[in-house]
């Protein structure tokens, strides 16, 4: 197996987890930088395409796993590889992010859910979507229906 | 950082790397088993209320990167994270892939398109999509348009 290195770091307004959005119908318009070492530069040629993309990170501030566990999206509980959390066996972490703009080796984006100073591993281009209609969503989609027939 | 740990490994038809689709406009409709240790298979519960997964997995029959290169999908060079190319610094890969059914640790999933063997590292739920409308697609949808325009 490989040893991940980072390939640059996140530059967000988030310092602690507490402050950052979690839970149902949680949407994240944060902007920051992905600044990426520059001896990696090169390597983002042509991203600028892209208006989406992959940004795959360690959760470097995480320790151990919960196979089985809570979520702040509902209170039940449910298993690890059904949640985003950080929690994890290899603790690893996936967030698709707006592509606002480049200037050499910083990404300018959208959509950031990490803390300052997050490890990046890899970023890819989003290329394609499974259509809306195509999804269920399972435990999400149940906890989205208990919590709006509550409201009523 | 973490030392990467197998959760598991794919079952794939696919021995060789060559008899992988690739390419502008490859579907990968392949079946096949995404075989979980059964130390983790608690993790997957309510994984199945889900039509599609991210697997997260590892190049492991990839040596080495480069940072700017071709892409069976366009004669032009790109960034390597504008691409899908195994040689990455951090050889992690991602797949989204549809789930069919599951028993027990054993994942029946659409889409592959890994090596029969190929250890992977998380699974994450596929909870919500980009609109189609909404995506730029750079150099990928440039190399589209010329396909296209040779083939009339």
Redesign the interface.
């Known amino acids: ?7 640059g770091y996140v530059r967000s307004p988030y310092t602690d987890t507490k402050a950052i959005p979690k839970g149902l119908g949680v949407r994240h318009e944060v902007e920051g930088i992905l600044d ?1 070492l520059t001896e ?1 530069e ?11 993309l ?1 940004v ?1 990170w ?1 959760f ?1 501030r995480s320790e151990g796993y919960d ?2 566990g809570p979520s702040p999206a509902d209170n039940r ?8 959390s950080p929690r ?5 972490a ?1 967030t ?1 992010v707006e592509l606002l703009g480049r200037d050499g080796p910083k990404l300018r984006v959208r959509g950031l859910d990490m803390l300052d100073g997050t ?1 990046i ?12 209609e ?9 906890a989205e229906a208990r919590k709006q027939a509550d409201s009523k």
């Open positions: 197996m490989f040893t991940p290195n980072p390939i990426i990696f090169i390597g983002l040629t042509d991203v600028e395409g892209f208006s989406h992959f795959i360690a470097d196979l089985f509980p449910h298993g690890v590889f059904a949640t985003r994890r066996p290899n603790p690893i996936l698709v490890p591993l890899d970023i890819k281009p989003y290329m394609s979507s499974i259509p809306a195509q999804l269920r969503r399972g435990w999400l989609a149940e």
